[in-house]
């Protein structure tokens, strides 16, 4: 079974908006204790974190989207977002959401996201 599915990547041009979603097979209320992160992997370079919602609503982010991205979580869809603004040509990478609950985790397919200059 599919955990993870992200959706809304696409081409944009830069300064333009995205909102990923990322929609979680699990049960509710195992999504509700779940840590949710979304990661990112441009070609060439190492994924790399780029937000985290825990399961109480803490958020944290990596330094080069502060100010442009907002992670949010609606439990009640079991879905995870991330919605970026202000987007730049270095935001262009593939786009991945990751649940964590305990040992479990889990990770989407990805989404590419594509900023052109």
């Known amino acids: 079974q599919v955990q993870l599915v992200e959706s809304g990547g696409g081409l944009v041009q830069a300064g333009g908006s995205l909102r990923l979603s990322c929609s979680c097979a699990?049960?509710?209320?195992?999504?509700?204790?779940?840590?949710m992160d979304w990661y990112r992997q441009a070609p060439g370079k190492q994924r790399e974190l780029v937000a985290t919602?825990?399961?109480?609503?803490?958020?944290d982010y990596v330094d080069s989207v502060k100010g442009r991205f907002i992670i949010s979580r609606d439990n009640a869809k079991k879905t995870v977002y991330l919605q970026m603004n202000s987007l730049k040509p270095e935001d262009t990478a593939v786009y991945f959401c990751r649940r964590r609950l305990g040992t479990y985790d889990y990770w989407g397919q990805g989404t590419q996201v594509t900023v052109s200059s």
């Open positions: 919602i825990s399961s109480a609503g803490s958020i």
């Open positions: 699990a049960s509710g209320s195992a999504f509700i204790a779940s840590a």
